[in-house]
Antibody
Framework: QVTLRESGPALVKSTQTLTLTCDFS??????????VSWIRQPPGKALEWLAR???????FYSASLKTRLTISKVTSKNQVVLTMTNMDPVDTATYYC????????????WGQGTLVTVSS | DIQMTQSPSTLSASVGDSVTITCRAS??????LAWHQQRPGKAPKLLIY???TLQSGVPSRFSGSGSGTEFTLNISSLQPDDFATYYC????????FGQGTKVEIK
């Protein structure tokens, strides 16, 4: 059974750096074609893709947020970490991690999400 | 960036009704199109991928069609659990989602 769970601070201040961790089980990021992405959803709004990391450590970022994002993996711990710098109140959102089985694949398993509020 | 536009934004229906949601892409995504369901306060759940392939465990009353720039999600005989928000998502070029269609009880 595939599970993903996000964790991180519920509240950050403007200009601070956010660090989120995705702990997953039921698959391995050493397996060919496996990937994990981060997606966010501001309250009452639509979903926005942020970043993806592949089994071979290739990394891809949203063009609009690329300068602020870093995605990495800790294979031994089955974790994927996202950092976002220079946080702003508009970054208030629920942040999800999700699995993909290949680059040309949909998000087929999602974590429960973690709400991050940015105070000014 | 590929933009995804869904219609309608809100849809009112009753249990047992059949409904259709449309998703249009700003450029061709071939058939790299998925549909996700999101219930209030919950994570999205994959329903359909490659435009028309039902994800394992998803009831057959859900179906998808289309290719290129126009896609539809059909739900036949709405059940109480189906009242939720539905998002289309392209994965032809990075990933973008539609703005969502809320299916509410009439």
């Amino acid at each position: 059974q595939v599970t993903l769970r996000e964790s991180g601070p519920a509240l950050v201040k403007s200009t601070q750096t956010l660090t989120l961790t995705c702990d997953f089980s039921g698959f391995s990021l050493t397996s060919s074609e496996m990937s994990v992405s981060w997606i966010r959803q501001p309250p009452g709004k639509a979903l926005e893709w942020l970043a993806r990391i592949d089994w071979d450590d290739d990394k891809f970022y949203s063009a609009s947020l690329k300068t602020r994002l870093t995605i990495s993996k800790v294979t031994s711990k089955n974790q994927v970490v996202l950092t976002m710098t220079n946080m702003d109140p508009v970054d208030t959102a629920t942040y999800y991690c999700a699995r993909l089985q290949g680059p040309a694949a949909p998000f087929d398993s999602w974590g429960q999400g973690t709400l991050v509020t940015v105070s000014s | 960036d590929i933009q995804m536009t869904q219609s309608p934004s809100t849809l009112s229906a009753s249990v047992g009704d059949s409904v259709t949601i449309t998703c249009r892409a700003s450029q061709s995504v071939r058939n790299w199109l998925a549909w996700h369901q999101q219930r209030p306060g919950k994570a999205p759940k994959l329903l359909i991928y490659k435009a028309s392939t039902l994800q394992s465990g998803v009831p057959s009353r859900f179906s998808g069609s289309g290719s290129g720039t126009e896609f539809t999600l059909n739900i036949s005989s709405l059940q109480p659990d189906d009242f939720a928000t539905y998002y289309c998502q392209q994965y032809e070029d990075d990933y973008t989602f539609g703005q969502g269609t809320k299916v509410e009880i009439k």
